[in-house]
């Protein structure tokens, strides 16, 4: 069975710039999460998608945002890229309810 | 809004057993606390959970006080390769919810 899968691995851009990232869920997850974590950091909540629907949001920005896709596929948009948005982008998939959360491997978004 | 408290930092002695507290004194009937780990930056990796019973499993052993204020995560044979950071979260089992990670305890085995 394929784990959760994020592309791309790693993204370089210029501030300013918007940045869009994917994550595959395990097959029959239907909820995604994303994280943010900063060099040295620790993991930060950024969105909740179950459904196709937004279900909850951390304390970030609104120029952070994303969708879920009828076949629970998921992207985070990044707009207006800012340098403190460098960061390793995480996703994770879950079973309807939230149990048992999977982990991608993540994608390292660095901004120049 | 992080719920539980977990030393910065451990060493553990290759072989020997590494045994990580967590406090989550204000932890709910309903919630269950979850150990994760991530080994240099990778995405966080599912060791255990439970509610109020210990439990083990193939990595390692969760022990539950009976007030359930506290816990700790047991790797019974830390190897090299169980260098990581560990997390302790409590959640509810489902739910409108997410998992609040803190900054974990970084565990370092020493050879």
């Known amino acids: 069975e394929a784990g959760v899968t994020q592309s791309p691995t790693h993204l370089i851009k210029t501030r300013g710039q918007q940045a869009t990232l994917r994550c595959s869920p395990i097959s029959g997850h239907t909820s995604v999460y994303w994280y943010q974590q900063a060099l040295g950091l620790g993991l930060q909540f950024l969105l909740w998608y179950d459904e196709g629907e937004e279900r909850n949001r951390g304390n970030f920005p609104p120029r952070f945002s994303g969708r879920q896709f009828p076949n629970y596929s998921s992207e985070l948009n990044v707009n207006a890229l800012e340098l403190e948005d460098s960061a390793l982008y995480l996703c994770?998939?879950?079973?309807?309810?939230?149990?048992?959360?999977?982990f991608g491997s993540g994608t390292r978004l660095t901004v120049v | 809004d992080a719920k539980t408290t977990q030393p910065t930092s451990m060493d553990c002695a290759e072989g020997r057993a590494a045994n990580l507290p967590c406090n989550h004194s204000t932890i709910s009937g309903n919630e269950y606390v979850y150990w994760y780990r991530q080994i240099h930056s990778q995405g966080p990796q599912y060791i255990i959970h439970?509610?109020?019973n210990n439990e083990t499993n193939e990595m390692a052993s969760l022990i539950i006080t009976e007030d359930r204020k506290s816990s700790t995560l047991i790797l019974p044979h830390a190897t090299l390769r169980d260098t990581a950071v560990y997390y302790c979260i409590v959640r509810v089992l489902f739910g409108a919810n997410n998992l609040f990670f803190g900054t974990g305890t970084r565990l370092t085995v020493i050879p």
């Open positions: 439970g509610l109020k």
């Open positions: 994770a998939s879950g079973p309807r309810g939230g149990y048992g959360y999977t």
